[in-house]
C-alpha cells in the first residue's frame, strides 16, 4: 500500500475500499464524482467531550442488510456542515478525517456521517478525496480487487 501521490490512479466506479483506523478490513464503496465529500452508513451517533475536544463514537456495519462485523468507532469531530443529499434535502452532519485505501493508495478523507440505509453503498467517496489523483473509469468496477473470499458475504443469494 502506497502513501505517496500518484497522479492518475485508474479506479472503477465501485470499488472495495479499507479504513483501517476504524477497524473496517472491507467495504464496498461507490465512487461519485457528483459528491463533494466522502460519506459513510453510521448508526448510533453519540457525540461526547474528550480534553476539551468534541468526539463522536458511531457504529458502521459494513455489509449491506447484514449486522455482522459491526464495529464501533471513536473519533475527533472535524466539522459539522450543512449538506444536500441526493434527495435535494439539507441536513447538519457531522464530519470526521478517515484514512481510506483505495486501489491500493492511502488518502485522508473528509467524511460525513449519514443514514445510508436506503442506499445501494454503505460509503460513498467524494471528488475531494478523489482529486487527490484518482481517475474514475464510469465504466469498470473494482479495478483495486475484491475483498478476499472469506470476507464478502452473501447479498439476497448473490456473490457481493
Not at 64 to 86: A, G, I, K, L, N
Not at 89 to 102: C, I, P
Not at 135 to 140: E, K, N, P
Request: hydrophobic share 35%; net charge positive; charged share 30%.
Amino acid at each position: 500500500m502506497s502513501k505517496t501521490p500518484h497522479s492518475n490512479t485508474l479506479a472503477g466506479w465501485r470499488e472495495w475500499v479499507q479504513l483501517p483506523e476504524a477497524g473496517i478490513p472491507w467495504i464496498k464503496a461507490k465512487l461519485d464524482t457528483g459528491a463533494r465529500t466522502s460519506s459513510l452508513h453510521a448508526y448510533k451517533k453519540k457525540v461526547f467531550e474528550r480534553d476539551g475536544v468534541d468526539w463522536v463514537r458511531f457504529t458502521v456495519r459494513p455489509w449491506q442488510e447484514s449486522t455482522e462485523d459491526e464495529v464501533v468507532v471513536e473519533c475527533p469531530v472535524h466539522d459539522r456542515r450543512r449538506v444536500r443529499s441526493s434527495s435535494g434535502h439539507v441536513q447538519e452532519r457531522l464530519v470526521v478525517l478517515m484514512t481510506v485505501v483505495l486501489v491500493g493508495r492511502e488518502v485522508e478523507a473528509e467524511v460525513t456521517l449519514s443514514n445510508r440505509d436506503q442506499m445501494g453503498f454503505r460509503m460513498l467517496i467524494g471528488r475531494e478525496a478523489l482529486r487527490r489523483g484518482f481517475v474514475v473509469a464510469s465504466g469498470r468496477s473494482f479495478l483495486g480487487g475484491r475483498a478476499p473470499k472469506a470476507t464478502r458475504r452473501r447479498n439476497r443469494g448473490r456473490e457481493v
